[in-house]
């Protein structure tokens, strides 16, 4: 009997060993299991925040070559804007002979086709337009004789251009009297004005303008 309960002891303590084993296997595995499925996790988030900054940077590089065309495309037009002024200030329209001719010739040919008026009031604003207009033209040719007349040739000119004015106000006034007291007297007077002008813009043009 003694030796049934010695065996007996022995099987129970090795059923126990057993179990304790079993049982300390599956606390290591269980432990184990959350440590692995966390790195896991923490790798998927280092992942998903990397992203973001990735296509932020190209957001950013983007935005900036953006920036650089722009700006490259804005010193491209001021170039070329500065060589259109270059362009402008090299040339210098109607400053010879055949080139003012012809201007003139324009003038002279809108003065034709321009419409007719019916009343005194309305002729006499128009032929004095026509007379400021052919006045302003011939200081700018008188300005442009200046630049190219030698000093002795301008001193000529200033004292033949002097003379030049009283004969045409002379002109004008003895051309205006035929209708003196008249509704055309005023008329006359500045359409004479107008005319003589021009004459003078033409002489100039071709007597001295080079």
Request: hydrophobic residues 25%; proline residues 1%.
């Amino acid at each position: 009997m003694k030796n049934n309960k010695r065996f007996l002891a022995v099987l129970l303590t090795v059923a126990l060993s057993g179990v304790l084993a079993a049982c300390g296997n599956s606390s290591e595995v269980s432990s184990s299991e959350p440590t692995s499925n966390s790195s896991v996790q923490e790798e998927d988030i280092e992942t998903t925040e990397k992203e973001p900054k990735g296509s932020q940077g190209m957001e950013e590089e983007k935005s900036d070559g953006s920036s650089n065309t722009a700006q490259s495309h804005d010193k491209d037009n001021s170039a070329e804007a500065s060589n259109d002024v270059d362009v402008d200030k090299n040339e210098s329209p109607g400053s010879s002979k055949d080139e003012y001719l012809k201007k003139l010739n324009k003038m002279e040919e809108a003065d034709r086709n321009a419409e007719a008026k019916t009343t005194t009031t309305e002729m006499v604003e128009q032929e004095e337009e026509r007379y400021r207009t052919w006045d302003d033209e011939l200081n700018k040719i008188y300005g442009l004789l200046e630049e190219q007349l030698e000093n002795d040739q301008m001193d000529q000119l200033r004292e033949e251009q002097r003379k030049w004015v009283q004969q045409r106000d002379e002109t004008a006034k003895n051309s205006s009297l035929k209708y003196k007291g008249g509704s055309m007297e005023q008329l006359e007077y500045v359409a004479a004005l107008a005319s003589l002008t021009r004459e003078r813009c033409y002489l100039l043009v071709a007597k001295y303008m080079k």
